[in-house]
């Protein structure tokens, strides 16, 4: 048995265990659209689960890059800047005249070229994802206010406001997009050869590297793929907010890092699942909405939101300490 075969038999049951836990994660759903439910009437209106859902879209979009990158046993902080990054470069391409095409490849390079900027100095330099990412998340929030000061963009392009607004078949255009991007992820993760050096770069990083695996191009690609999802997210969001915000994208990282580890992704690397992402993103977008429909006050949100995710990371901690 080869290296790689040895260090991905200690990685893929992982896959299995996150997979135990859907049970845990879709009673957990249940239960807050049941007790939202109580305690507000307006929560079970079709309209509201459509706002749910559009919300949702552009949040899990951003959870499953990040979900490669915890996958890793890495972090991505930067995220929510490059969101609000990405939206602005496309925003500014439109304000100058461009098409839709210039906008989006923009938006995509942006993306691109900043998750570069995290990989590159994680992998090569030696430095902690935490850090690094802390560091950009400032600097990349502070390339959003260079083009305008500060200032918003309005967006006037009717075909990219009807993504964010447009149903087909009954079902938001941003659903759709969110469903073919998570089929690719999964795909990614686990039908290819890219995903299963990546499960063994987290699970066993020196399995992998006796393996012959470049560690470091992994990890650099996965945070250039973060980088491209975080953009595609923030083209979503400018779209439903018909402008570029300096503001936008704020403490979407805290959902994105939530949703994940909610759905059985390992904060130590070697595990994770995309539809553990996507039933946990769910469980962020009803706390999400079901809060703003209790009128509870932001910082009450976060409260809430972090005690989700010291939960999630408690129950991860036991799960280690249960296989070990």
């Known amino acids: 048995m080869s290296i790689l075969a040895a260090g991905l038999n200690r990685t893929m049951p992982s896959v299995r265990a996150s997979g135990r836990q859907y049970g845990g ?30 919300q949702v879209a552009v949040i899990a979009v951003a959870a499953f890059g990040m979900t490669f990158v915890i996958m890793l046993g890495e972090i991505d902080l930067s995220m929510g800047s490059m969101i609000a990054v990405a939206g602005m470069a496309a925003a500014q391409c439109m304000a100058h005249g461009t098409g839709i095409g210039p906008a989006i490849i923009a938006a995509l390079a942006a993306g691109l070229v900043m998750g570069a900027i995290n990989g590159v100095i994680v992998a090569k330099l030696g ?64 039908k290819t050869v890219f995903g299963r050096r990546a499960y ?27 980088g491209v999802l975080a953009a595609v997210s923030g083209m979503m969001l400018s779209s439903r907010l018909s402008s570029a915000q300096t503001n936008a994208g704020t403490g979407y990282e805290l959902d994105a890092i939530a949703a994940t580890v909610l759905g059985g992704t390992s904060l130590s690397g070697g ?3 995309m539809v553990g992402t996507l039933l ?45």
Request: aromatic share 10%; net charge neutral.
């Open 200 to 226: 063994l770069t987290g699970g066993n990083a020196e399995a992998a590297t006796y393996s012959g695996i470049r560690i470091d191009r992994i990890r650099i690609v996965v945070f250039m793929l973060s």
């Open 127 to 190: 430095m902690p994802s935490f850090i690094v990412t802390l560091a950009t998340m400032g600097a990349f929030r502070g390339l959003v206010s260079l083009p305008t000061g500060g200032l918003p963009t309005a967006i006037d392009s009717d075909t990219w406001l009807d993504m964010g607004s447009d149903q087909w078949l009954g079902v938001p255009v941003l659903v759709w997009i969110m469903l073919a991007l998570f089929v690719i992820a999964y795909v990614l993760q686990v």
């Open 280 to 324: 946990g993103t769910l469980v962020i977008g009803v706390i999400n909405n079901g809060m703003n429909m209790l009128s509870v006050p932001y910082f009450y949100q976060l409260i809430v939101k972090g005690i989700v995710i010291l939960v999630a990371v408690w129950l991860d901690i036991r799960a280690k300490k249960a296989q070990s």
């Open 25 to 54: 994660i879709v009673a957990a759903l249940l239960l807050l659209v049941i007790v939202f439910s109580c305690l507000s009437q307006r929560f079970l209106a079709l309209d509201n689960f459509v706002n749910i859902m559009q």
């Open 271 to 273: 595990s994770g699942s």
